[in-house]
Nanobody
Framework: QVQLVESGGGLVQAGGSLRLSCAAS????????LGWFRQAPGKERECVAA????????YHANSVKGRFTISRDSAKNTVYLQMNSLKAEDTAVYYC???????????????????WGQGTQVTVSS
């Protein structure tokens, strides 16, 4: 019922910045928790950042804290991930995800999400 499409991935040099966007359709996601996950080759998918419905709280993984920022624009039904000071270890496929409605806390586990985007590749060169 919800479709998510990521964009903004690409190739950047270490220390550079990139902004990922995830546009949603099918439902208005104002009260949905939203998240960004990433998966590097041979590694498990991990939650990078999450934001609660109604923009009440956010979570950022320790590995990206201070460098990445999740935000949402309810009017545009879009969630963003601003990535600064990128490192080679940030290289991965990044996925956005959405929970069901009325989630007012940040969700950090895959189990907490019902909808997923197709992923966008982020490659950081050393």
């Amino acid at each position: 019922q919800v479709q998510l499409v990521e964009s903004g991935g690409g190739l950047v040099q270490a220390g550079g910045s990139l902004r990922l966007s995830c546009a949603a359709s099918g439902r208005t996601l104002t009260t949905y928790a939203l998240g960004w996950f990433r998966q590097a080759p041979g590694k498990e998918r991990e939650c990078v950042a999450a934001i609660a419905g109604m923009m009440q709280s956010t979570y950022h993984a320790n590995s990206v804290k201070g460098r990445f920022t999740i935000s949402r624009d309810s009017a545009k039904n879009t969630v963003y991930l601003q990535m600064n000071s990128l490192k080679a270890e940030d290289t991965a496929v990044y996925y956005c995800a959405a929970s069901g409605p009325f989630k007012y806390t940040a969700v950090v586990t895959e189990r907490g999400y019902d909808y997923w985007g197709q992923g966008t590749q982020v490659t950081v060169s050393s």
